[in-house]
T-cell receptor
């Protein structure tokens, strides 16, 4: 049983570019949440997707957008990259019917130069 | 908005010593979760506490949820080098989970 998978593992972009990160949730999970983790900080919630809709959103600008597909996988898109967007982007999956544990993927390390 | 604070930020211990990290929320929590993140890794769920005053043990780890459901602690007895990592508490708020900044534990063999 595969856990949460994310791609790519690492990514280097320049300011102003756009990036797409991908996540496949754990088998049996229907909800995907995205987090940004800056160095030395805790994960910060970006948004959550369920039934292909954004359910909740954290305090992130519109440059951050997402999508969920019918197979529950998800994408995170960031436009007009800034240096401050450099971080580890984590995807977490869960089941909408089970409150509690979120299963995190290995993350994508994004560096913006 | 809701804030979750953890202390200490860093802790260095000799192998075999005990370790405790404390978590405080600015609001009452319906539950609190603890995660461990190894260096270069991703957060891994440890436990969820739901009831006021709840205490749960996992081998050498003891988790406690305060009576007012605004604070929590994680205590590790006789630390080992495998305990190295950052321990985060997280609680539901205006987003599904609000994480603290974590306590980074170093264990000196």
């Amino acid at each position: 049983d595969a856990g949460v998978t994310q791609s790519p593992t690492h990514l280097i972009k320049t300011r102003g570019q756009q990036v797409t990160l991908r996540c496949s949730p754990k088998s049996g999970h229907d909800t995907v949440s995205w987090y940004q983790q800056a160095l030395g900080q805790g994960p910060q919630f970006i948004f959550q997707y369920y039934e292909e809709e954004e359910r909740q959103r954290g305090n992130f600008p519109d440059r951050f957008s997402g999508h969920q597909f019918p197979n529950y996988s998800s994408e995170l898109n960031v436009n007009a990259l800034l240096l401050g967007d450099s971080a580890l982007y984590l995807c977490a999956s869960s089941s909408i019917s089970v409150k509690g544990e979120q299963f995190f993927g290995p993350g994508t390390r994004l560096t913006v130069l | 908005g809701q804030q979750v604070m953890q202390i200490p930020q860093y802790q260095h211990v000799q192998e075999g010593e005990d370790f405790t990290t404390y978590c405080n929320s600015s609001t009452t929590l319906s539950n609190i979760q603890w995660y461990k993140q190894r260096p270069g890794g991703h957060p891994v769920f440890l436990i969820q506490l739901v009831k006021s005053g709840e205490v749960k043990k996992q081998k050498r780890l003891t988790f406690q949820f305060g009576e007012a459901k605004k604070n929590s602690s994680l205590h590790i007895t006789a630390t080992q080098t495998t305990d190295v990592g950052t321990y985060f508490c997280a609680g539901p708020g205006n987003t599904p989970l609000v994480f603290g900044k974590g306590t980074r534990l170093s264990v000196i063999a």
